[in-house]
């Protein structure tokens, strides 16, 4: 981007505290490209697989998390002991 669109482009920000927003006005004078149908279609695609992927990753790190968060302290104070057999290794 040119220096002068970027400088248009920062001119069209409004808002503080992290909360930016662009005009309406300002919006419409931007060219936004839009890809192909047939680019949506693959990328669209590729997501399917992606997405469920990652829904299962983050429930397996809330659970995690909150084993964590239950055990940890049980540990560190002695209420929870783990038995450790050094013939398993």
Do not use: W
């Not at 590729?46 to 909150?66: A, E, Y």
């Amino acid at each position: 981007m040119s220096k002068k669109r970027t400088k248009y482009t920062s001119g069209c920000l409004a808002g503080s505290s992290g909360c930016q927003y662009i005009d309406l006005e300002h919006l419409k004078n931007f060219d936004i490209s839009i890809p192909p149908k047939d680019v949506v279609d693959s990328f669209n695609e590729t997501l399917k697989g992606i997405v469920p992927k990652l829904i299962s990753n983050s429930k397996q790190i809330r659970t995690l998390q909150s084993l964590r968060d239950t055990l940890l302290p049980k540990l560190m104070s002695g209420e929870v002991r783990v038995k450790y057999d050094k013939e398993a290794e």
